[in-house]
C-alpha cells in the first residue's frame, strides 16, 4: 500500500521529503553535540541569584576597580579556577579541593567563600591593591538591585523601562562619546542583570 501512495506523488516532492528529513536530522544531530561540548551556563532558578552568582559579580567589579587584569573561568594545573590573575599568578577559586592542588603546586590560591563580600579580596590577595572608595555597590548584597540603581530604576521595572533607561545613559558613558570603557562595561553588565529580572 505505501508503494502504491508514493507511486502517486510527483518524484522531486518524494526527494524533497527525504532531503529535508535528512537535513533535519543532521542540524538536531549538530545542536546536540553543540550542546554537549559547549553546555548552557545555568540560571538562577526563579530570578533568584545564588551566592557563587553574587561573589563573582562582586569580585569582577573589585579587580575591575582595582585595575588587575583577570580571567575566569581558566585552567590552571588541571584545575578550572574562577579568576585568575595572569600578571601576578594568583588563582581565585571557590572549590576547596582547587584551592589545596593548586596550593600544592605552587600556585598562589585565594580561597573564597560564598559569605565573602568582593571588597573583602584585598587583604588576602599577596601584593598590595591601591585603596578604593567606598562604593554602593560595594555595600549591596544583591547585585540585581545594584543593577536598577545603576539604571535608576526601581526594582518593579518594567523591560522597557530598563531598555529605555539604558539607552539613555548609553549616549553619555559610551567610549564614543568621551565615556571611559570601564563606566561603559559597568552599564552593560547592569542592564544583562536588569533586563533579566525586570518585571
Known sequence: MHQEWLSVLPPWL?????????ASVVV????????RLFPDQPTPSGGRVNGSTRRRVEIRS??????EPFAEDREVHGRTVEFYLPARDVALTFDARAYFELERAGIYTVLCEYEMPGRALGRRLPFDVPEVGTDAEFDRTDPVAAAFDRLDLSRDASTEEVRHAYRDRVKRVHPDNGGSQAEFKRLQEAYATAREHAD
Open 14 to 22: 518524494v526527494l524533497g521529503l527525504v532531503g529535508g528529513g535528512l
Open 28 to 35: 538536531a544531530g549538530a545542536f546536540v553535540l553543540g550542546g
Open 62 to 67: 573589585y579587580l575591575r576597580d582595582i585595575s
